[in-house]
């Protein structure tokens, strides 16, 4: 052992994951000798503080040094390598999260306790037969539903995940609502449950779909499969918490229907609160059309470029279906030509992978994409059809984008395909600073969450095209 002026030099140390480190000493009797101290989580370490134990119940760790009761339960409830495991947003979206699901499960407690009043549990002139055939078309109704939704907007979750999220559970709310009401009105009982059902369906497959792209956002690590478990660990302890708590609710509620009815409309209120401010926490830091769109108007505006925290704090959740600009990306090139002529006027002035048709009158941005298109294509494509859209409306743009805002509305003579053809001369200059600012202020240029379809095409070079 080395000694200076009576201070020991640590022989090694150690730590787990984002942990502080610990040192280790040599003892008199030879032996190794570990400092002791709780191993604090970065940021977290005024409410968490673990033992330096691994997975397998930490036989490196200190001697005889118990493993605290906390940290066994975090072990439990949190994925490995919580917090650097996982995105900064994890904690505070989890919280939020288990609050929604606990309210949620006390209103669908109210609510299955109405559908079996409805169903005739109690009542001894109640048909057995009657209330199997209800269930069954309830629950056919849902399978349906479920088949259909997944068709229809399937491809559509990943753009939107936030707005498909909380659209979802507020889709929840208004299902568990219709089957309280639904034994107030027994003539319509079947077909309101099975609008209800038919409800909770799409709700389960927005539900999952957006959950599942929330996972990936928020696994660092390539451990999905370990937050997607742990998430699900947690949703089943609120659950059971609200099983327990809807045992004393229930009978206190069940003789009376308006302080039934109260306690859901409570319940439904803290639901929407509390999954608006989980969705609220979430900062995704890759670009759909509505963070795209904020952050390039915040560019053409300042010259700045939002960072993904900022952005996610404006980016419109309730509004976020309806953007001022209708963008169809990935467009089949046989919808928007019928002849060579058109053909050629479309290519003419194009010099990136894509072709771009713009109808001023109906503020839609139509896009060809070429086979060789790949992400930083599409970006700049949608950042294109997003600068057409800005010259439609107020605001301090750049000097050469306010000369073409001003011919636009100087009148219709401005042919807009001239407009079109200028556009990709500025985004030439303007598309590679914004792409630099995007890459500096944390956003993921290599892939976007921008809804794009399937349809690719080739088309031959106009004389003036340069070869990429």
């Known amino acids: 052992m080395v000694q200076n ?52 119940g930490g036989r490196g760790g200190t001697p005889g040094a118990a493993s605290s009761p906390l940290s066994g339960l975090l072990a439990v ?98 299902a ?3 089957e309280i009401m639904a034994p107030i009105f027994p003539i319509c009982f079947t077909i ?47 659950n059971l918490a609200g099983l327990l708590v809807s045992l004393l609710m229930l009978p206190m509620v069940s003789d009376c229907p308006s302080l039934s009815l109260g306690c859901f409309f409570l319940l439904t209120a803290l639901h929407i609160y509390a999954n608006y401010r989980a969705v609220r926490a979430l900062v995704m830091e890759t670009l759909n059309e509505g963070r795209l769109w904020l952050v390039l108007k915040h560019f ?9 925290t900022s952005a996610n704090q404006v980016e419109p959740l309730w509004t976020g279906f309806w953007p001022p600009l209708s963008l169809s990306l990935g467009v089949p090139l046989h919808c928007l030509v019928s ?3 058109e053909l050629q006027q479309l290519i003419d002035g194009h010099q990136e992978p894509y072709l771009l048709l713009w109808d001023p009158s109906r503020n839609q941005v139509q896009v060809v994409l070429s086979q060789t298109a790949g992400p930083e294509t599409v970006l700049r494509a949608a950042t294109h059809g997003l600068v057409l859209g ?18 636009l509305q100087a009148g219709p003579e401005k042919d807009c395909w001239v407009i079109v053809k200028e556009t990709h001369q500025v985004l030439d200059k303007l598309f590679p600073k914004f792409l630099k600012g995007l890459q500096d202020a944390g956003w993921k240029t290599e892939k976007h969450q921008l809804e794009v379809d399937e349809w690719r095409a080739t088309w031959l070079l106009s004389p003036e095209k340069k070869v990429l």
């Open 5 to 56: 002026a009576g201070i020991e030099i640590a022989l090694c140390s150690e730590q787990f994951g984002s942990g502080a480190a610990r040192g280790c000493r040599a003892a008199a009797d030879g032996s190794l000798q570990w400092e002791v101290g709780g191993w604090h989580w970065g940021g977290f370490s005024g409410l968490f503080s673990v033992k330096p134990e691994g997975r397998d």
């Open 77 to 174: 409830f949190l994925p490995q390598g919580f917090p650097d495991s996982v995105s900064p947003d994890y904690l505070p979206y989890q919280l939020w999260d288990s609050v929604q699901a606990f309210a949620s499960s006390l209103s669908g407690a109210l609510a299955t306790q109405a559908v079996l009043l409805g169903l005739g549990v109690g009542n001894a002139k109640a048909s057995v037969s009657a209330a199997t055939a209800t269930w069954l078309v309830k629950d056919s109704t849902g399978m349906l539903g479920r088949i259909v939704f997944a068709w229809w907007k399937g491809s559509k979750l990943d753009c939107n995940a936030k707005q498909w999220r909380l659209f979802a559970d507020i889709l929840n709310d208004v």
């Open 176 to 178: 568990m609502f219709l």
């Open 192 to 238: 309101t449950v099975c609008t209800s059902n038919l409800a909770k369906c799409v709700v389960s497959v927005a539900g999952g779909a957006t959950r599942a792209a929330l996972t990936m956002h928020q696994a660092r690590r390539n451990n999905m499969a370990d937050v997607s478990a742990k998430d699900s660990s947690q949703e089943t302890l609120v």
């Open 300 to 308: 053409l505006q300042k010259g700045e470029v939002l960072n993904p």
């Open 339 to 341: 002849s060579v002529s």
């Open 390 to 407: 800005a010259l439609k409306q107020d605001g301090p743009l750049p000097g050469e984008l306010e000369e073409l805002r001003n011919q």
